[in-house]
């Protein structure tokens, strides 16, 4: 119905319809067409939907009425035809929205246990020592270890992350000898990887984590995953890695 209002507000042609319709296209354009499509950087949008969908429903209402004046008594039927309609779409969809609000809660309702798996490497590790966290994303990043170290009384220790950016807002370019390299330069002692999951692939991208583990175990410089070092339930775990060389 939104999209519907908005439609309504283009050919209406009216001067103070150009500021929503702007304000949409602007938004809708520079958050999905050209970045990463996540759903909580279009929030801004919800207001014109709102408001399209209130114009659009007023002037059918305005019109209905008077349709209902012109009408005569036979048409009485067709008109409550038309007002049933009416009230089957807009129970279903509110009832759509209730299930697309329910099933992205329950998606993003993900328990990363962060701040043990922080803990446990920063008493294990001195302050020369770094961690790296790999495939960054929204719920697992270095700025995320960085807080819990902090809230837990160590600034020193040094955390990277590769890629730099973040897997869910680009096309991963993963490349092992790199990460490798990295970790030697800075002095890595555990490397942070988390299963997203299971076995789904990042995001734009065809990689997921078992591939990116066959690559690490062939190169034989971090250690096997232990259970001591695991935290979460699967399959959304965070699995610490050793820096061995």
Not at 60 to 75: D, F, P, Q
Not at 79 to 94: E, N, P, Y
Not at 120 to 127: E, I, S
Not at 221 to 234: A, I, L, P
Request: a positive charge; one cysteine or more.
């Amino acid at each position: 119905m939104g999209l519907a209002g908005l439609v309504f507000l283009a050919f209406r042609h009216s001067k103070k319809d150009r500021f929503l319709l702007i304000w949409f296209a602007s938004i809708f354009i520079f958050f999905t067409l050209i970045a990463n499509k996540e759903w909580r950087y279009v929030v801004p949008l919800f207001p014109v939907l709102s408001i399209s969908v209130a114009v659009l429903i007023s002037f059918g209402y305005a019109n209905l009425n008077a349709w209902k004046k012109r009408s005569s008594i036979s048409n009485h039927r067709q008109r409550k035809i038309v007002a049933g309609l009416f009230v089957v779409v807009v129970a279903s969809s509110m009832a759509y929205s209730i299930y697309d609000v329910y099933s992205i809660t329950s998606y993003f309702d993900v328990n990363i246990q962060l701040e043990p798996a922080t803990v446990y490497a920063m008493n294990r590790m001195q302050n020369n020592q770094s961690i790296m966290v790999m495939c960054p994303f929204n719920f697992f990043s270095q700025d995320m270890i960085q807080f819990y170290l902090a809230k837990n009384g160590n600034t020193q220790i040094p955390v990277y992350q590769y890629p730099v950016l973040p897997v869910d807002t680009y096309t991963i370019n993963f490349n092992i000898t790199e990460l490798i390299s990295l970790c030697k330069q800075e002095n890595v002692k555990y490397l942070f990887t988390y299963e997203n999951g299971g076995t789904p692939t990042y995001y734009n991208s065809t990689v997921n984590l078992v591939q990116l583990y066959q690559q690490i175990y062939a190169y034989g410089n971090f250690s096997q995953w232990t259970d001591n070092g695991t935290f979460g339930v699967n399959p959304r775990r965070i699995i610490i890695l050793t820096f061995l060389n």
